[in-house]
């Protein structure tokens, strides 16, 4: 089936560096992007996202750049602090119908660690 | 943080055992989602529903049922549980089938 992987498993930066975090994704189909940081014994937590239809997106102290060409889409964390220190996913969704409705049906990546030292 | 419970947030069981696991939500979102993570695996979707009493099976739906009879709760059952369900489980919600999902903290299920 498709997937969604990553190409560095560990990230380390020290304390105001930026941080790039690099995915890249196989299905065409997939037309919404989303962001998750996840800390230990957390949940994933809501970062940004992006639709198909841009290429750039900004938030607080990070972009999410996509790629539709080469199938990739970046995380930018600008000033990078210790407290940024998580796995990051990305996750892609295509729609998917069922029971008569439809619905984003997303296909996590493995995440990668970021370490941030002070 | 999105209005999300689980629980228990840690349980230990035995194998053969029935399993519940909730997930309550105040946010009133239609969409609830409950999910497996397990190293080299990522997350991986086990069951959803899309309304009270709507429900349809995920990826890895094999082995567990799941209910839904009000908005807010969302319940996930093992029957039978065995030791490849231990996992950490998460729930999460989502306003529509096209906004960001978001997730409670998990619960750690062992099934020795």
């Known amino acids: 089936g498709e997937s969604v992987g990553l190409h560095l498993p560990t990230l380390s930066v020290q304390e105001g560096d930026n941080s790039i975090i690099n995915c890249a994704y196989s299905?065409?189909?997939?037309?919404?992007f989303i962001w998750y940081k996840q800390e230990s014994g957390k949940g994933p937590q809501f970062i940004i996202d992006?639709?198909?239809?841009?290429d750039k997106r900004q938030g607080q102290r990070v972009t999410v750049l996509l790629n539709k060409t080469v199938k990739h889409l970046s995380l930018q964390i600008a000033a990078t602090q210790p407290g940024d220190s998580a796995v990051y996913f990305c996750?892609?969704?295509?729609?998917?119908?069922?029971?008569?409705?439809?619905?984003?049906?997303?296909?996590f990546g493995q995440g990668t660690i970021l370490t941030v030292h002070p | 943080d999105a209005g999300i419970t689980q629980s228990p947030r840690h349980k230990v069981t035995e194998t053969g055992t029935p399993v519940t696991l909730r997930c309550h939500q105040t946010?009133?979102?239609?969409?609830m989602y409950w999910y497996r993570q397990d190293p080299g695996h990522g997350l991986r979707l086990i069951h959803y529903?899309?309304?009270?009493?709507?429900?349809d099976k995920g990826e890895v739906s094999d082995g567990y049922s799941v209910s839904r009879s009000k908005t807010e709760d969302f319940l996930l059952t093992l029957e039978s549980a065995t030791s490849s369900q231990t996992s950490v489980y998460f729930c999460?919600?989502?306003?529509?089938?096209?906004?960001?999902?978001?997730f409670g903290d998990g619960t750690r299920l062992s099934i020795l």
């Open positions: 999460a919600i989502s306003e529509s089938g096209r906004q960001p999902q978001h």
């Open positions: 299905n065409s189909a997939s037309d919404y």
């Open positions: 992006i639709r198909s239809n841009m």
């Open positions: 996750a892609e969704s295509t729609l998917a119908n069922a029971g008569g409705t439809s619905y984003g049906k997303l296909t």
């Open positions: 946010e009133n979102h239609r969409y």
């Open positions: 529903s899309y309304g009270v009493k709507d429900t």
